[in-house]
């Protein structure tokens, strides 16, 4: 069954980078049609895509996020890395990764998520 | 800021049907784009339920539908139940932003 889990710093400073991990199983991130992407949550709020990156390493990322988003994929560790760069404390939030299914713009699976807080 | 908009809260008594609507655009669901419902219980990831505008996975009731027409989509709860306290959010695609979105969330109380 298909698996995501996120891992990283848990307490960042601001102005510093966040680098998070997700690591995945039961399913192969060279297969057409697959992507993983990453989505956030501040605490008591909604959700908000993040980035995305497909099988053939096109990568698409939150417009308003653009410039400090950079999303990469290890196929070989069946791994997704995000990086956002000049962290501030309005960051403050649980960080998901997700599959998105090949055929539809739908998340289907989603890691457990990893909260990440900014804070000097 | 969430480009879908849904009631913050809802509530019903047991076995009461609750609808949850999700109002979007035309560069959203109003351009074609499919959306999908998630439910996130307390402290937990979201989980997918409804895709596709209509379609259940695997393992989701059949207490829980999905509509979708012009600008807006529906997610109707029949039969509420306990367990169905949580959150839920809409998704779809806009070709304005180029992205994916949410919405802002609607809190489903059983009283």
């Known amino acids: 069954q298909i698996t995501l889990k996120e891992s990283g710093p848990t307490l960042v400073k601001p102005t510093q980078t966040l680098t998070l991990t997700c690591t995945f199983s039961?399913?192969?991130?060279?297969?057409?049609?697959?992507?993983v992407g990453w989505i956030r949550q501040p605490p008591g709020k909604a959700l908000e895509w993040l980035a995305l990156?497909?099988?053939?390493?096109?990568?698409r990322y939150r417009p308003s996020l653009k410039s400090r988003l950079t999303i990469i994929k290890d196929t070989s560790k069946n791994q997704v890395v995000l990086t956002m760069t000049n962290m501030d404390p309005v960051d403050t939030a649980t960080y998901y990764c997700a599959h998105k299914h090949s055929a539809a713009g739908v998340f289907d699976y989603w890691g457990q998520g990893t909260l990440v807080t900014v804070s000097s | 800021q969430s480009v879908l908009t849904q009631p913050p809260s809802m509530s019903g008594a047991p076995g009461q049907r609750v609808t949850i609507s999700c109002t979007g655009s035309s560069s959203n669901i109003g351009a074609g784009f499919d959306v999908h419902w998630y439910q996130q219980l307390p402290e937990t990831a979201p989980k997918l339920l409804i895709y596709?505008?209509?379609n259940r996975p695997s393992g989701v009731p059949d207490r829980f539908s999905g509509s979708k027409s012009g600008t807006s989509a529906s997610l109707a709860i029949s039969g509420l139940q306990g367990e169905d306290e949580a959150d839920y959010y809409c998704?779809?695609?806009?070709?304005?932003?180029?992205?994916?979105?949410f919405g802002t969330g609607t809190k489903v109380t059983v009283l």
């Open positions: 990156v497909y099988w053939d390493g096109d990568k």
């Open positions: 596709g505008n209509n």
């Open positions: 039961g399913f192969s991130l060279s297969t057409s049609g697959v992507a």
């Open positions: 998704q779809s695609y806009d070709n304005s932003l180029s992205g994916y979105v």
